[in-house]
């Protein structure tokens, strides 16, 4: 893995961790698609550090499992209005 790739996979897992992002806000924040940002921190980040790759996958998930709700209230609000 080139040595920038490698920077920018632990960049992204740093203001994962610190920040509680999402992909879609690291991803915007770095300048890059959303796609990357998925695969530096599924499969790069696996290879470059193990046991920060467990934490972000633990934020991750949270996201992934808070999403239908955030989803669901936002359309109740569509419909208040």
Known sequence: ???FIEQRVKDEAQCILQN???LRE???LFGVSKSTVHKDMI????TVN???YKQVREVLDFHLF??????GEAT???WLQ
């Open 1 to 3: 893995m080139k040595d």
């Open 20 to 22: 509680r992002y999402t």
């Open 26 to 28: 690291t991803a915007k």
């Open 43 to 46: 499969e790069r980040l696996r």
């Open 50 to 52: 193990g046991e920060t």
């Open 66 to 71: 808070t999403r239908a709700i955030n989803g």
């Open 76 to 78: 109740r609000l569509r």
